[in-house]
């Protein structure tokens, strides 16, 4: 059985850091492509960061510069770290793990989701 499991989240100040991990069990986590995503609400869910097997990264428009995803590969677990937080940046945030690859754009699971509130 495949889980992944979010963590990290919570209740920040604008500018605040918030570190989010993602730990994955029941898959090869070092074939995976893994991606984070957020939705905030009343609006659609959006990519905002991905981590390819071999290290190679992704990112939205949004989280250049803000957001750095990482992965340990021996811990079976991804990281996002967000730096600078805005009220903005508020939302749920997802991790999901991909057998084809970040660019591939195809998400085989996904983790239940940790909040994100940053107040101003």
């Known amino acids: 059985q495949v889980q992944l499991v979010e963590s990290g989240g919570g209740l920040v100040q604008a500018g605040d850091s918030l570190r989010l991990s993602c730990t994955a069990s029941?898959?090869?986590?070092?074939?995976?492509?893994m991606g984070w995503f957020r939705q905030a609400p009343g609006k659609e869910r959006e990519f905002v960061a991905g981590?390819?097997?071999?290290?190679?990264?992704f990112y939205a428009d949004v989280g250049k510069g803000q957001f750095t995803i990482s992965r340990d590969n021996a811990r079976n677990t991804v990281y996002l770290q967000m730096n600078s937080l805005k009220p903005e940046d508020t939302a749920v945030y997802s991790c999901?793990?991909?057998?084809?690859?970040?660019?591939?754009?195809?998400?085989?699971?996904w983790g239940q989701g940790t909040q994100v509130t940053v107040s101003s």
């Open positions: 029941g898959v090869t986590f070092s074939t995976y492509g």
């Open positions: 999901a793990a991909s057998r084809s690859g970040v660019v591939s754009r195809r998400w085989d699971y």
């Open positions: 981590i390819s097997w071999n290290g190679n990264t």
